[in-house]
């Protein structure tokens, strides 16, 4: 009998070892390969913090030629989208005009309801720009998600850009890298 209770008490020790350890390695910097990368637009290049990779036209966003004017860039996992659009400043591609279309373009979109908005200055480093935050219900295919778009449009020398991070607003490891990466923008080549 005694060595049955040793066997057990052994094998709930280990078991509790196992669930305590087994929360170790869980943390976001464990989980995901957080970097930076650098979008160029119009010979001027931003450099946004990630947990993924960033690709346009097919290629990592890092090596993408430095002239050109207009780049969309995106990445993604499971948790969270990251979108960055650079343009040529026109008169009908600005700051201004952009923050003032984003809604916009949500309110006329039939998939989109309970559409909440805020808008609000940000500074980021040398950066000012406008963030507007967006909470939605998203209908496809019979199915409804509700997200999180938190956005920031700011003006570069001659380039509007707009970065983009959207998440399902229940999932807490999206929140989780949102909170981390969402408007960590600098200007320039940044490592």
């Not at 390969?33 to 913090?49: A, L």
């Not at 003032?100 to 200055?121: F, G, H, P, T």
Request: with cysteine.
């Amino acid at each position: 009998m005694n060595h049955k209770k040793t066997k057990l008490l052994l094998t709930a020790g280990l078991l509790l070892g196992t669930l305590l350890f087994a929360g170790c390695g869980n943390s976001l910097d464990d989980q995901f390969p957080f970097g930076k990368n650098r979008i160029h637009c119009d010979n001027e290049t931003i450099t946004i913090s990630t947990p993924f990779e960033l690709v346009s036209n097919g290629k990592q966003v890092d090596l993408g030629a430095r002239d050109v004017s207009k780049v969309n860039a995106e990445g993604h996992n499971a948790h969270l989208q990251i979108l960055v659009t650079g343009n040529r400043v026109s008169d009908d591609v600005n700051e201004t005009k952009l923050a003032s279309e984003a809604e916009e373009v949500l309110k006329k979109d039939s998939a989109i309801s309970n559409l909440k908005s805020s808008k609000k200055s940000f500074t980021s480093g040398d950066i000012k720009g406008t963030e507007l935050v967006f909470t939605l219900t998203e209908s496809s295919k019979g199915r409804k998600t509700d997200l999180t778009v938190q956005e920031y449009i700011f003006t570069q020398k001659n380039t509007v850009w707009r970065v983009i991070y959207q998440y399902r607003s229940s999932d807490e490891t999206g929140w989780a890298l949102a909170d981390r990466v969402a408007g960590k923008i600098a200007l320039g080549s940044e490592f």
